[in-house]
């Protein structure tokens, strides 16, 4: 579904493309595939995210199929408002809604979930426009240029002050969404801990004014974040499996 984004993406500008340097060499703006051939291939990539939702329980489908409509018209929210990223966050944070109905919790029924996933996804909100500003400042010039509005120039001033705030804000609903379902200190260690950690030597470190700088912080800082919140989550779930199973044999 990412990748189905992206082509929607590039089919809405493909007549922006050519005018910002890092984008003017992507296939549909340098004129390699015709915009009727990525149309075919975005429905070929949307079948292939509908084959593997199916795999899920049916309520997945239901909280899925929302999150096209996002798909096809974030592309425009650069045309209207400075805030595209945000847009982009609510389309790119969708699976924070589907865990919980993968394994058959009814979250409107189960108000403890409903709040850690409302938390989750407002969490990943937060990231999404926090290091796609980053990813922003890259073309802050040739957007000034063309007209495309972003985040990146509405605060180009005090974006470190705007970043900063994004990840105290991102950090805390994670661990809202922690207390919401109960977890233990592993959690807010490891995961929020880390979250903090990472994210703020990113904000520190990263030179916006220059091009290759910003990407490399956009490209690994993800992953940085990233692997530190999901590897605090694995270690909260191993030591809750070790203890349910001592609870186990301790009971019988």
Known sequence: ?????????????????????????????RGAVTPSKALTFTGF?????????????????????PSLLLV????????VTHYPQFVLGLTFSW???MGFPAFGVDLLADTAALKAVAALYASCVSWTVLYDMIYAHMDIKDDAKVGIKS????????????????????VGLLAVAGTAVGVGPVFFIGSCGSAAATLGFMIWKVRLKEVNNCWWWFR????????????????EYVLNSEQKIEAAGSNS
Not at 72 to 79: F, I, Q
Not at 158 to 166: D, F, H, I, P, Q
Not at 220 to 225: I, Q, R
Request: proline share 6%.
């Open 220 to 235: 690994n800082g993800a992953w940085l974040t990233g692997g530190g919140i999901a590897g605090g989550m694995l270690a």
């Open 45 to 65: 990539q949307l079948l292939a995210g509908l084959g593997v939702l199916l795999q899920f329980p049916p309520p997945c489908l239901y909280y899925g199929t």
């Open 1 to 29: 579904m990412r990748g189905a984004g992206c082509t929607i993406n590039d089919l809405w500008d493909r007549n922006l493309d050519p005018h910002v340097a890092r984008t003017r060499l992507r296939p549909i703006a």
């Open 151 to 170: 985040i990146a120039l509405r605060h180009e001033k005090e974006t470190k002050a705007v970043l900063s705030g994004l990840a105290v804000v991102q």
């Open 72 to 79: 096809a018209t974030y592309p425009l929210a650069k045309r």
């Open 95 to 97: 699976g924070a809604f």
